[in-house]
């Protein structure tokens, strides 16, 4: 097994609570990030958020959007399908990237965590954050082996479309929160 340059990573600590960003006030690297999504076509109206949400966030940094379609070999059995995309979403990972996966059974974070999850991920050396969202059926093996953290945008099971629309939203707070801007709409 390969071992990440970002093995530091995996052993994050994500504050508990309420308390306010450790980053609050410091200067924090514009880390670019790109966020990954397997799943079909998205519908129009989550389309405009996720642009509208994108444009905001390029404020901040440089954002991308990544999909990949769901059952890329249109695979009848399930496991097959995971394995697809598993693979499919492996390709697209940097080596030096820090990769966060969103997943129901992940750590639970609120938004000032997140705020401090993007700032360790800036100024600790990685060149990237990618925040993978799974196909219907979850994540593959691979992926979860890579991961450097899991996290869950809510106890809630989210589809694909909602999942990135959160996210998003929540990436955008995390900004602003860390520039000590006290997003609240």
């Known amino acids: ?32 990030i790109r ?20 444009k905001k966030l390029k404020h901040y940094c440089s954002v991308d959007d990544v999909r990949i379609k769901s059952n890329p070999r249109n695979a009848r059995d399930v496991v097959a399908q995971i394995e ?15 990769v966060v996966m969103l997943d129901e059974r992940g ?9 401090s999850l993007i700032g360790d991920a800036g100024n600790k050396g990685a060149s990237s954050l990618l925040f993978c969202i799974g196909g219907p059926y979850g994540h593959g093996r691979q992926l979860r082996e890579r991961a450097n953290i899991s996290v869950k945008l809510s106890s809630l099971v989210l589809n694909h479309e909602i999942a990135v ?3 998003i939203e929540q990436l955008y707070r995390a900004w602003t929160i860390l520039k000590g801007q006290n997003y609240h709409h």
Not at 6 to 22: C, E, R
């Open 107 to 115: 750590h639970d974070v609120g938004s000032e965590q997140m705020a």
């Open 165 to 167: 629309v959160v996210l």
């Open 84 to 98: 697809h995309e598993d693979m499919a979403v492996m390709g697209h990972i940097r080596p030096d990237e820090w």
């Open 35 to 54: 966020v990954l999504t397997v799943g079909k076509k998205r519908s129009q109206g989550v389309q405009l958020i996720v642009d509208e949400y994108m």
């Open 1 to 32: 097994m390969a071992v990440s340059p970002l093995a530091g990573f995996n052993n994050l600590s994500i504050p508990s609570g309420k308390q306010q960003t450790k980053f609050a006030g410091q200067s924090v690297r514009a880390i670019p």
